[in-house]
């Protein structure tokens, strides 16, 4: 299965761009790379997927160097409501690799 | 509302007991996944199903089972449950080629 390593915990302020790497080296040419959010008692919800170079939606931005062995989760201008857990995943849509949640990255945003 | 619906949200139950969970997909989304998730051990993936056919197995205990039904409505039997099955559980669906969307899930207490 393809492993991602996050880093286990950020902090950040109000206010400021916030960027979370996670590291794929196994990442097959079939797979997709997926962020996830969840809030305490949540369910995770989907923030954005990409392939590679750089995808932006309204929420966040994802940039994926041409190795793509890493991607990068941009948070533009986070909120106290940004605080949650962001899971990495990465895979062929509908493929068992996708199927694995890693530990995430608790993001907590200070005031 | 993610379009994913779980119940019940809340159950309590004694050990030795059975119980079970419902879950109704996105309309339109053919593949139901379970997940649990407990305070120590994050995300864990436990069965798929895909327009009634189990399609991935995860780390499903044996007392656990699953099934997909006609209307792709699924349930999530746990028998003989124990104080570690003390989680939530969350059902998601997943349109093609995108991401998973989340029900809100179902905390389970056995006591």
């Known amino acids: 299965l393809a492993k991602t390593t996050q880093p286990i915990s950020m902090d950040s302020y109000e206010g400021q761009e916030v960027n979370i790497t996670c590291s794929h080296n196994?990442?097959?040419?079939?797979?997709?790379i997926t962020w996830y959010q969840q809030f305490p008692s949540q369910g995770p919800r989907f923030i954005i997927q990409?392939?590679?170079t750089k995808v932006t939606n309204e929420v966040a931005s994802l940039f994926i160097p041409a190795d793509r062995k890493s991607s990068t989760l941009s948070l533009p201008r986070v909120s106290l409501s940004d605080t949650a857990v962001y899971y990495c995943?990465?895979?062929?849509?509908?493929?068992?690799?996708?199927?694995?949640f890693g530990s995430g990255t608790q993001l907590t945003v200070l005031p | 509302d993610s379009g994913v619906t779980q119940t019940p949200k809340h159950l309590i139950t004694a050990t030795g007991q059975r119980v079970t969970l419902r879950c109704s997909p996105r309309?339109?989304?053919?593949?139901v996944y379970w997940y649990q998730q407990s305070l120590d051990q994050g995300l864990q993936f436990l069965i798929q199903?895909?327009?009634?056919?189990?399609?991935a197995k995860g780390n499903i205990l044996e007392r656990f089972s699953a099934q997909q039904f006609p209307d792709l409505h699924s349930e999530l039997n746990l028998s003989s449950l124990e104080l570690g099955d003390s989680a939530l559980y969350f059902c998601?669906?997943?349109?093609?080629?995108?991401?998973?969307?989340f029900g809100s899930g179902t905390r389970l207490t056995v006591v």
């Open positions: 998601a669906s997943r349109e093609h080629n995108y991401g998973y969307t």
């Open positions: 196994n990442i097959a040419t079939n797979d997709y």
């Open positions: 990409g392939y590679k």
């Open positions: 995943l990465v895979g062929a849509p509908g493929s068992a690799r996708q199927l694995t």
């Open positions: 309309s339109g989304d053919l593949s």
């Open positions: 199903y895909y327009n009634g056919e189990e399609r």
